[in-house]
């Protein structure tokens, strides 16, 4: 395989956060195949080139993803590496195809205290160390709802920028706290202005969260068996069920729709909640498919997670999810 390939593309965004993707399917791939040599091409996108409008008013999916796909598309670059949550889950062009989906990083959201008040931080209920009227940075329809939904004293403001200007905007004091992504704060070395990570049912994370999406063209097959051996089977079958959902909801990855895949044993568990934007009304749903233990045909298994993923969305649609999603526009 790799007689015919001495190097390989990877079309990314250009932020810190991006490139360290980025640099981390590189190495990947160099373990894999040693004989191979990775090169970056830097790609700028909508969402990166405007920093001020609210990402959920820029109409459509894909603000961080079309340019880097449109790099792959014309031979540019071989594959592109995606924060997978960014990634639309309708096929907006049958000529990519998701190719891997190497081992997810943590998926939960995370709380980041001003560092002046920072304090201990109850793990079993985080948005109490927050006091009455805090200002909150989050950009994210998703994470603005669940906050109304149990704390509608708070004060949201929009925030925009990379993980360092956010960081930056925070302890200059336009925030008292902001709510992150726990992955880009690992990722970028960030753990000790981790406060506390907010997990079910206090926030369910985005589809895809934690997890990176390496795409590459349909028809180039040297690059998808090259990438076949990056993926790692939980993390490919949990994000399945979870864009099967979203998929099956006709949201786009900005809706304020959250999710959790849980694997115990051999049985997956999907649940989900879908959300007002003002918090005041939510749906949820929840069930589990057993895949059993053996690992070795993992992608026999992608149909059933999938079903599963179309079950929870059809139960939160009966119980009036579509309303919910059509509401945040």
């Not at 590189?26 to 894999?32: C, G, N, Q, T, V």
């Not at 990166?48 to 598309?73: C, H, I, N, Y």
């Not at 959300?275 to 949820?284: C, N, T, W």
């Amino acid at each position: 395989m790799t007689d015919t390939v001495s190097t390989v593309r990877i079309a990314t965004r250009s932020s810190e956060l991006a490139l360290w993707q980025a640099t981390h399917v590189a190495a990947l791939l160099r373990a894999e195949h040693p004989d191979i040599n990775v090169e970056l091409v830097d790609v700028s996108t909508q969402g990166d080139a405007d920093q001020r409008a609210p990402l959920w008013s820029m109409g459509g999916t894909g603000v961080f993803t079309k340019e880097v796909q449109r790099t792959v598309l014309d031979g540019m670059a071989d594959l592109a590496v995606h924060s997978l949550k960014d990634l639309p889950t309708e096929i907006v062009d049958p000529d990519l195809t998701l190719a891997a989906v190497p081992e997810r990083e943590q998926r939960w959201d995370a709380l980041v205290l001003r560092n002046d008040l920072k304090g201990d931080v109850d793990p079993a209920d985080p948005l109490a160390s927050l006091q009455d009227g805090a200002r909150i940075g989050s950009g994210s329809l998703r994470r603005r709802a669940q906050l109304r939904a149990q704390r509608p004293d708070l004060k949201l403001l929009e925030i925009r920028g990379n993980l360092n200007t956010r960081l930056r905007k925070l302890d200059e004091g336009e925030y008292d706290a902001i709510i992150l992504a726990t992955a880009g704060l690992l990722r970028l070395g960030w753990n000790e202005r981790l406060s506390c990570r907010l997990q079910p049912p206090v926030m369910f994370p985005a589809v895809g969260q934690g997890a990176l999406g390496l795409e590459c063209r349909t028809d180039d097959e040297q690059t998808r068996k090259l990438l076949e051996s990056l993926n790692d089977p939980e993390a490919r079958l949990a994000t399945h069920a979870e864009r099967r959902l979203l998929n099956s909801l006709r949201a786009g990855c900005h809706a304020p729709v959250g999710v959790n895949c849980e694997r115990a044993e051999g049985r997956f568990t999907l649940s989900s909640v879908v959300l007002s934007p003002d918090g005041a009304h939510q749906v949820d749903a929840e069930d589990s498919v057993d895949l059993g233990d053996d690992w070795a045909n993992w992608q026999e298994k992608l149909s059933e997670v999938g079903k599963l993923g179309e079950k929870v969305a059809e139960v939160l649609l009966e119980h009036g999810a579509q309303e919910l999603i059509e509401r945040a526009g």
